[in-house]
């Protein structure tokens, strides 16, 4: 290859805006894939409008189910694994993919189906290891601040060339994602404490409605998120 045009790749490939437009385009792609499959299932399922309670799905649709939503989070980790070197910064890449899939799922999904008609409109939003439900407008926030978080990094990366994590920051952050994960599941479990239901392979019972999100929990999570973000902020402002 002629010397320039090398010289010229190396720099479009080390370029994190570049990185950012493709890795961004992915996670858009990867938006409307999933949007259309979700299409496709509720004009299978719910011809007549989604709402809870879910309808009772086979096993086996509903493995396919568990099997597509853990093929998607392992695209998303290889999306930031290929973006970059440096474990932080594919971290950076793996939450920013993450959050600009998750923010076009929604989009696309009211561009082909108008749902949902408000962002306080329940979700089902995950199923491994027991359902995750809450309002629409609650993923949304998380990669919002997701995207902050990556963007910090990234901006870091390129003025100081060194950026990381102190271990304090990984904990408030690996704590803030924990106490997420249960304000999403924490009505489900309520439910299965309450009925003494027993729960089915990574699908909520045929007769669980949604009851309560807890916002309480929620906002403690984003809370310890934007500590992590603005601690990291301040120790990279001064280091530049």
Same mark, same amino acid.
């Given at each position: 290859?002629?010397?320039?045009?090398?010289? @010229?790749?190396?720099?479009?490939?080390?370029?994190?805006?570049?990185?950012? &437009?493709?890795?961004?385009?992915?996670?858009? /792609?990867?938006?409307?894939?999933?949007?259309?499959?979700? $299409?496709?299932? #509720?004009? +299978?399922?719910?011809?007549?409008?989604?709402?809870?309670?879910? @309808? /009772?799905?086979?096993?086996?649709?509903?493995?396919?189910?568990?099997?597509?939503?853990?093929?998607?989070?392992?695209? *998303?980790?290889?999306?930031?694994?290929?973006?970059?070197? @440096?474990? $932080?910064?594919?971290? /950076?890449?793996?939450?920013?993919?993450?959050? +600009?899939?998750?923010?076009?799922?929604?989009?696309? *999904?009211?561009? &082909?189906?108008?749902?949902?008609?408000?962002? =306080?409109?329940?979700? +089902?939003?995950?199923?491994?290891?027991?359902?995750?439900?809450?309002?629409?407008?609650?993923?949304?926030?998380?990669?919002?601040?997701?995207? &902050?978080?990556?963007?910090?990094?990234?901006?870091?990366?390129? &003025?100081?060339?060194?950026?990381?994590?102190?271990?304090?920051?990984?904990?408030?952050?690996?704590?803030?994602?924990?106490?997420?994960?249960?304000?999403?599941?924490?009505?489900? =479990? @309520?439910?299965?404490?309450?009925?003494?239901?027993?729960?089915?392979?990574?699908?909520?019972?045929?007769?669980?409605?949604?009851?309560?999100?807890?916002?309480? *929990?929620?906002?403690?999570?984003? =809370?310890?998120?934007?500590?992590?973000?603005?601690?990291?902020? #301040?120790?990279?402002? =001064?280091?530049?």
């Amino acid at each position: 290859m002629d010397p320039f045009l090398h010289h @010229k790749a190396n720099n479009l490939n080390n370029n994190p805006g570049w990185i950012l &437009l493709w890795t961004g385009l992915f996670a858009l /792609a990867m938006g409307y894939m999933e949007s259309a499959v979700v $299409v496709y299932l #509720r004009t +299978i399922f719910y011809p007549e409008g989604f709402s809870f309670p879910l @309808k /009772a799905l086979s096993p086996e649709i509903g493995i396919t189910e568990i099997i597509r939503e853990a093929a998607t989070i392992i695209m *998303l980790v290889c999306t930031g694994v290929i973006a970059a070197k @440096k474990p $932080v910064i594919r971290f /950076a890449y793996f939450i920013y993919a993450f959050a +600009i899939w998750d923010i076009f799922y929604y989009l696309f *999904l009211y561009l &082909l189906i108008g749902w949902p008609s408000s962002l =306080l409109e329940w979700d +089902i939003l995950f199923l491994i290891p027991v359902a995750w439900t809450g309002p629409v407008i609650a993923p949304v926030i998380n990669s919002l601040t997701m995207i &902050l978080l990556a963007g910090s990094i990234i901006r870091a990366e390129h &003025l100081t060339g060194n950026p990381k994590l102190t271990g304090r920051e990984w904990i408030t952050l690996i704590v803030g994602s924990v106490v997420t994960i249960v304000a999403y599941t924490h009505d489900y =479990l @309520k439910y299965l404490i309450r009925t003494q239901a027993t729960p089915e392979f990574g699908l909520p019972s045929a007769d669980y409605i949604p009851q309560d999100f807890n916002w309480w *929990l929620f906002s403690l999570g984003e =809370l310890l998120f934007f500590a992590t973000l603005f601690s990291f902020y #301040r120790r990279m402002r =001064l280091k530049h």
